[in-house]
């Protein structure tokens, strides 16, 4: 049973007002085996399509390595945008090493409530992912019943918004459960009316530009 640990720490600059929550990187990131074009950072994964979709909206000039450059290029961008990165699951077991959600046991969570109380200008989470098993999503609910609470309705389209007061502030926070920027999603993408309406009118678009144009509203 591999004993799959997040190999970083929630990255959250000062003043954060947003959030980026996911599960857990690739294995292959606890253990510090990195391939070509792999990025040693949060959604580094070469596989990964997050740091190329915000590298589109904002024109960051990007360099994808296994660098301490590549590095500071995006810890600079969450600082400027004033955006954190804290992803749900501290650490989980796995009996097939790969990255898919469903794969994980004994999920271990990070408490995002007592993340949420100590930066308390967070007022947005940007789940990469909905509420299917497993996902950023799901694991937040599971840790919000924990404190009794629930996410209530704002849009059931796509993506799907919620929110919920704070236990301790009351304050209102808002979560955006945006199609996850994985290979894997794209087949969840194709099946949406949304993009094949889009499709339509643009036969040259792809599941990465569709997404470019759903995060470009919430970051």
Known sequence: M???????PPFI?????????GTLPPPRFTVGNFKEGDVDFCY???????????NEIFQLDLVFETSEA??????????QRRIGICDMVASAKR?????????????????????LSENPTIHTLLFTGGNSKNGPEYFFRKLLKRYHLKLEVVSNEVPRIHEFL????????TTVS?????????????????YKDLKKKNPEMT?????????????
Do not use: C
């Open 178 to 194: 945006l199609i996850a920027p994985s290979g894997a999603a794209n087949r969840a993408v194709g099946s949406l009316k949304t």
């Open 95 to 115: 009996e097939k090493i790969d990255a898919s959600d469903l794969g994980m046991q004994d999920a271990q969570l990070r408490d995002l409530i007592q993340v």
């Open 13 to 21: 600059p000062e003043n954060a007002t947003k959030l980026i929550v």
């Open 2 to 8: 591999f004993h799959h640990v997040h190999p970083y």
């Open 166 to 173: 704070h236990p301790v502030t009351s304050k209102k926070i």
């Open 44 to 54: 580094g994964s070469r596989d990964g399509q997050l740091w190329p979709i915000l």
């Open 207 to 219: 599941t990465v530009d569709f997404r470019v144009l759903q995060y470009r509203n919430f970051f």
């Open 70 to 79: 590549a590095i500071v290029q995006r810890k600079e961008f969450l600082k």
